[in-house]
Every structure is written in structure tokens, then in C-alpha cells.
């Protein structure tokens, strides 16, 4: 069994900064890419980042230049800085991972439970 267990949301003035962590645990023998989704009210969940476990990364465009995704191999943990939030950027933030499980190998993808992000204007 894996988990993600997100942290790091909350509510922040337009022009702020947060930072989003999100760190697998359970049955892993591997995580491959690691990525952020947010689902805005009404809206379908999107994109935001990826980072692949070489550290490759691939970013929604209108957060380019304004998130960074990085990750820790050693820690399973995959973070998100969002620095000069707008309002727009209000949503649920879902992290994902895809990976092999230890004993017996299979394949897994998993979502975490997901966390606020609130910008105010």
C-alpha cells in the first residue's frame, strides 16, 4: 500500500508565497514521476507541474516563472514554491506519483488527498 499525505496549503494575500509538500510512503520500490494537479470550483482538474525522478520537469504555462517543483529522492517527497500567487491560482492541489511497489512488483499511481490553496485580492 502507498500514501501521499500533502501539507502546506492555506490562505495568502495576491503576491505571496507557499510551499506544498508531499511525501509517499507504505510498500514503494520506486517512484518515477511526480507531479501537482489542482482542481479549481467548477472547473476540471489541470496540470500544474511534473518532475520525472531524474529531475526533469514540465510546467502548466501560466505558472511558469512562478512555481517551482522539485523533489527529494531520498525522502519520497515531492514540493511545490508558488511564489507571486494570484487569485486565480485558487484551488485544490492534488499530488500524484507513479511508481513500482516493493514485494510483490507492480505498478502503482496514486493521488493525495489533496489541500487548499486560497489567494486573496
Known amino acids: 500500500q502507498v500514501q501521499l499525505v500533502e501539507s502546506g496549503g492555506g490562505l495568502v494575500q495576491a503576491g505571496g508565497s507557499l510551499r506544498l509538500s508531499c511525501a509517499a510512503s507504505g510498500s514503494i520500490f520506486s517512484i518515477n514521476a511526480m507531479g501537482w494537479y489542482r482542481q479549481a470550483p467548477g472547473k476540471q482538474r489541470e496540470l500544474v507541474a511534473t518532475?520525472?525522478?531524474?529531475?526533469?520537469?514540465n510546467y502548466e504555462d501560466s505558472v511558469k516563472g512562478r512555481f517551482t517543483i522539485s523533489r527529494d529522492n531520498a525522502k519520497n517527497t515531492v514540493y511545490l514554491q508558488m511564489n507571486s500567487l494570484k487569485p486565480e491560482d485558487t484551488a485544490v492541489y492534488y499530488c500524484n506519483a507513479g511508481g513500482i511497489t516493493t514485494t510483490p512488483y507492480r505498478p502503482f499511481q496514486h493521488w493525495g488527498q489533496g489541500t487548499q490553496v486560497t489567494v486573496s485580492s
Open positions: 518532475i520525472t525522478a531524474g529531475g526533469g520537469t
